[in-house]
Every structure is written in C-alpha cells, then in structure tokens.
Nanobody, 123 residues
C-alpha cells in the first residue's frame, strides 16, 4: 500500500511558477509509476503528467507540454511537478497518483491517490 501527500499549492498570478511535491510512504515507491492529475470546478479529472519507475520516460498533456516538468527522487520517495508560465486555466485541485509498475495517462489505471492540493492562478 502507498500513501501519498501533496504539498505546494497556492494562489499565484498568471505567468508565475509553482512547484508541487508529493511524498509517498513505504519502501516500494520505486516500483510505482507516478502521475499528476487535476480537476477544475465542474469538470472531470484530467491527466497532466506521468513518469516511469526510473524517471526515464515522461508524458504530458498537450495543454501543459513545454510548461510543466514532472520528476521523481526514488531515494526520497518523492515526485514533483514544476509548473512554469501558469495560466488561469491551470486552476484546479492537483492530485498525485501511483500505479503499480506500468506508466499510464488514464486516471482509472491508478491505484492510489493523494488528497489533492489547490492551485489557483489569477489573471
């Protein structure tokens, strides 16, 4: 079992940067592919980024490609999402998720979820 705790959300202005972090419990972190998803008010959960076990492969939603970077530190059991050039449409609750072994862009494939952290971008 994996427990995930996100941090780093907040209120920023358009064009600013923000770094989200997700801390995972357990000694098997390196066996989980990790993902970030987001959910805006009145909308479904949306894929943002995902990273493979070793960090060698990453995938991004088209809407964040070139602005967001996902990374992981298996020694510290953490995964991060660096968000640059933020836009008002990036406003959402951001969730960290873990999936056994195989990288995926589908939220239904993920087994474990954090509680979410709010990101609000003002124009």
């Amino acid at each position: 079992q994996v427990q995930l705790v996100e941090s780093g959300g907040g209120l920023v202005q358009a064009g600013d940067s923000l770094r989200l972090s997700c801390a995972a419990s357990g000694r098997t972190f390196r066996t989980y592919a990790m993902g970030w998803f987001r959910q805006a008010p009145g909308k479904g959960r949306e894929f943002v980024a995902t990273i493979s076990l070793s960090g060698g492969r990453t995938y991004y939603a088209d809407s964040v490609k070139g602005r967001f970077t996902i990374s992981r530190d298996n020694a510290k059991n953490t995964v991060a999402l660096q968000m640059n050039s933020l836009k008002p449409e990036d406003t959402a609750v951001y969730y960290c998720a873990a999936r056994w072994q195989v990288i995926s862009t589908s939220s239904s494939d993920y087994n474990y979820w954090g509680q979410g952290t709010q990101v609000t971008v003002s124009s």
